[in-house]
């Protein structure tokens, strides 16, 4: 049998009523809320339960929301004794990958993960951008026209025929023309407030290379599968790689081929929702690939061991 891979979703993935089941049934999970609430002083179980969704969206609160869920579900499947044989994470969920894998504490990834939220959000509200899907083209085809589109970028390499573009609004949306017109079978523009992974958010990483700078990473265990650079990092080299994940694509398929090419044929997506178990099947059907976000959900995950 093969490697089970525990991964982790990113932005995005955000949905009212996210983690109140699991937290209701375990209070290994509710625990977590509780921790978080304290630590940062506002009610993050609360926005999380009952919303509002406006608020929830918000990058500031939705980045925060996400980690918490993602830990409280991690932490019922440690309770089980599942912990995986190599974790990794979507952009975000690189920070829930790492408090996993032990590399860092709850209570610092959290910290770390609001002033992310803030950055970013402060940055896309002082200098707008967009981002896009585009569908059924491939990569290489995307890439170039980004470059003749003016400031515009591929930033999420997310499986055969998707692939996010972010930049300028006004480069997007000739990206996404050119795209339909060289053949994409659509182009979706996204309901995000930036130019999140694109060299616009070049403010934001300075702001998180001082606060990463003053963290103490350990080493991961399991191993932690970077979607940024695909390769295997070590306790020395995290601060890094967060802060290049700003203005950096995320190269999924990519991490989950390398996953696949190293053994890995079970992946928990640990956290809301069910977007990288979509992806990851795209990229290779003969895996097996479930979310682990409700009880309903974490039964399913545990018999499937």
């Given at each position: 049998?093969?490697?089970?891979?525990?991964?982790f979703?990113?932005?995005?993935?955000?949905?009212?009523?996210?983690?109140?089941?699991?937290?209701?049934?375990?209070?290994?999970?509710?625990?977590?809320?509780?921790?978080?609430?304290a630590?940062?002083?506002?009610?993050?179980?609360?926005?999380?339960?009952?919303?509002?969704?406006?608020?929830?969206?918000?990058?500031?609160?939705?980045?925060?929301?996400?980690?918490?869920?993602?830990?409280?579900?991690?932490?019922?499947?440690?309770?089980?004794?599942?912990r995986?044989?190599?974790?990794?994470?979507?952009?975000?969920?690189?920070?829930?990958?790492?408090?996993?894998?032990?590399?860092?504490?709850?209570?610092?990834?959290?910290?770390?993960?609001?002033?992310?939220?803030?950055?970013?959000?402060?940055?896309?509200?002082?200098?707008?951008?967009?981002?896009?899907?585009?569908?059924?083209?491939?990569?290489?085809?995307v890439e170039?026209?980004?470059?003749?589109?003016?400031?515009?970028?591929?930033?999420?390499?997310n499986?055969?025929?998707?692939?996010?573009?972010?930049?300028?609004t006004?480069?997007v949306?000739?990206?996404?023309?050119?795209?339909?017109?060289?053949?994409?079978?659509?182009?979706?523009?996204?309901?995000?407030?930036?130019?999140?992974?694109?060299?616009?958010?070049?403010?934001?990483?300075?702001?998180?290379?001082?606060?990463?700078?003053?963290?103490?990473?350990?080493e991961?265990?399991?191993?932690?599968?970077?979607?940024?650079?695909?390769?295997?990092?070590?306790?020395?080299?995290?601060?890094?790689?967060?802060?290049?994940?700003?203005?950096?694509?995320?190269?999924?398929?990519?991490?989950?081929?390398?996953?696949?090419?190293?053994?890995?044929?079970?992946?928990?997506?640990v956290?809301?929702?069910?977007?990288?178990?979509?992806?990851?099947?795209?990229?290779?059907?003969?895996?097996?690939?479930?979310?682990?976000?409700?009880?309903?959900?974490?039964?399913?995950?545990?018999a499937?061991?």
């Amino acid at each position: 049998m093969g490697k089970l891979a525990l991964v982790f979703p990113g932005q995005g993935s955000q949905s009212v009523g996210m983690g109140r089941e699991l937290a209701e049934r375990y209070e290994a999970a509710a625990a977590v809320y509780e921790k978080a609430n304290a630590i940062l002083d506002w009610d993050v179980a609360g926005l999380c339960f009952k919303g509002p969704a406006d608020r929830l969206s918000r990058t500031e609160y939705a980045q925060v929301a996400l980690y918490v869920n993602s830990i409280a579900a991690m932490a019922v499947l440690a309770e089980k004794g599942v912990r995986g044989e190599v974790v990794s994470g979507h952009s975000l969920g690189e920070y829930s990958a790492l408090a996993a894998a032990g590399a860092l504490g709850f209570e610092d990834g959290l910290k770390l993960v609001s002033l992310r939220g803030e950055a970013m959000g402060r940055l896309a509200g002082e200098r707008p951008g967009s981002m896009a899907a585009i569908l059924g083209l491939e990569d290489g085809e995307v890439e170039r026209i980004c470059a003749e589109s003016g400031e515009v970028w591929p930033v999420n390499y997310n499986c055969p025929g998707q692939l996010v573009v972010s930049g300028e609004t006004e480069a997007v949306h000739r990206a996404m023309a050119r795209s339909t017109d060289a053949g994409a079978k659509r182009a979706v523009m996204l309901e995000v407030s930036g130019s999140f992974h694109s060299p616009l958010m070049r403010n934001a990483s300075g702001e998180m290379r001082e606060h990463l700078a003053e963290v103490a990473f350990s080493e991961p265990e399991p191993p932690f599968l970077s979607s940024i650079t695909c390769e295997y990092e070590a306790a020395d080299g995290l601060a890094g790689v967060l802060v290049e994940q700003i203005t950096s694509p995320v190269r999924w398929r990519q991490a989950v081929e390398r996953l696949i090419a190293d053994g890995a044929s079970r992946f928990f997506e640990v956290g809301n929702g069910k977007t990288l178990c979509g992806l990851i099947k795209r990229i290779n059907r003969g895996v097996d690939a479930v979310n682990v976000s409700d009880p309903g959900s974490l039964d399913t995950a545990m018999a499937s061991l």
